[in-house]
């Protein structure tokens, strides 16, 4: 078992920063791929970014490639979503996801309960 726990939302302006961290408990963290997703009011979750148990390997969708990045801590059980120049489409609920699998679908095992971002134009 898997507990997430998601933090860092807020309001910020266009172009921007944010770095959300999500918190795992469970003895087995480090074993998991970890992902990040968004969700819109109205709209299905979509893939943002994941990161392999070890660090090693790192996906990003294509709308964010480049402003976003993702890493983690697995000393601290922690891991991060770096959001830099971000944009008003960029405005959703957050999530982190834990896996066996770094998928970039909604397949995951764990989710956390989601953070609030919004940008501001």
């Known amino acids: 078992q898997v507990q997430l726990v998601e933090s860092g939302g807020g309001l910020v302006q266009a172009g921007g920063s944010l770095r959300l961290s999500c918190a795992a408990s469970g003895r087995t963290y480090s074993n998991y791929a970890m992902g990040w997703f968004r969700q819109t009011s109205g709209k299905e979750r979509e893939f943002v970014a994941t990161i392999t148990w070890n660090g090693g390997g790192t996906y990003y969708a294509d709308s964010v490639k480049g402003r976003f990045t993702i890493s983690r801590d697995n000393a601290k059980n922690t891991v991060y979503l770096q959001m830099n120049s971000l944009k008003p489409e960029d405005t959703a609920v957050y999530y982190c996801?834990?896996?066996?699998?770094?998928?970039?679908?909604?397949?995951?095992?764990?989710w956390g309960q989601g953070t609030q971002v919004t940008v501001s134009s």
């Open positions: 996801a834990a896996d066996r699998r770094a998928l970039r679908s909604t397949e995951y095992l764990y």
